[in-house]
T-cell receptor
Framework: GENVEQHPSTLSVQEGDSAVIKCTYSDSASNYFPWYKQELGKGPQLIIDIRSNVGEKKDQRIAVTLNKTAKHFSLHITETQPEDSAVYFCAARSSNTGKLIFGQGTTLQVKP | DARVTQTPRHKVTEMGQEVTMRCQPILGHNTVFWYRQTMMQGLELLAYFRNRAPLDDSGMPKDRFSAEMPDATLATLKIQPSEPRDSAVYFC???????????????FGPGTRLLVL
């Protein structure tokens, strides 16, 4: 079945450093890859997304890269700040079913 | 600003009781999703609707769960009878699909935290 693997499960960085989270997907029909940030007690919030016809997208300190051949995509956060601390989820949407399949999440801790 | 709202935010109930969770999607959105989040399984899609019609509920245990959209401003998820293994956070999300939409952005509500004793 469709599956999304996300690594690492936890990540701790010093403020100002970069953080990278990686995901791989199994469904070659996936065509849309959003990233969500979830803070404690809240619902996931979209922070950036990328379509399958694009290799990279950037929004200020956040960037996402996609390698369709290898079926993996990554989230890059530069100049991390304490308020970036949260759980981050990747997801892949199948063009066949329209459903989002989520990774297991990465808990990011940014130490001041 | 426009947000998905969910009620109740917290629910504690006893095994065997009926639980009803409600969701108000963002006004104008035509797609509604129900997810369940647990530590073990992560975020799982239970069901989703487009223009109030159920498109997929394959992730939902059919014997005890039901999802409906009585109108465009209300989606409900019911569990009857509830069991301790149903304890989780249930999220509703909404999105807009229109002609030419590549993929709808899903906007999540704050969730209903359910504990079944």
């Amino acid at each position: 079945g469709e599956n999304v693997e996300q690594h690492p499960s936890t990540l701790s960085v010093q403020e100002g450093d970069s953080a990278v989270i990686k995901c791989t997907y199994s469904d070659s029909a996936s065509n849309y890859f959003p990233w969500y940030k979830q803070e404690l007690g809240k619902g996931p919030q979209l922070i950036i997304d990328i379509r399958s016809n694009v290799g990279e997208k950037k929004d200020q300190r956040i960037a996402v890269t996609l390698n369709k051949t290898a079926k993996h995509f990554s989230l890059h956060i530069t100049e991390t700040q304490p308020e970036d601390s949260a759980v981050y989820f990747c997801a892949a949407r199948s063009s066949n079913t329209g459903k989002l399949i989520f990774g297991q999440g990465t808990t990011l801790q940014v130490k001041p | 600003d426009a947000r998905v709202t969910q009620t109740p935010r917290h629910k504690v109930t006893e095994m065997g009781q009926e639980v009803t969770m409600r969701c108000q999607p963002i006004l104008g959105h035509n797609t509604v999703f129900w997810y369940r989040q647990t530590m073990m399984q992560g975020l799982e899609l239970l069901a989703y609707f487009r223009n109030r019609a159920p498109l997929d509920d394959s992730g939902m245990p059919k014997d005890r769960f039901s999802a409906e959209m009585p109108d465009a401003t209300l989606a409900t998820l019911k569990i009857q009878p509830s069991e301790p293994r149903d304890s989780a956070v249930y999220f509703c999300a909404s999105g807009l699909v229109s002609a030419g939409t590549f993929a709808e952005t899903q906007y999540f509500g704050p969730g209903t935290r359910l504990l079944v004793l």
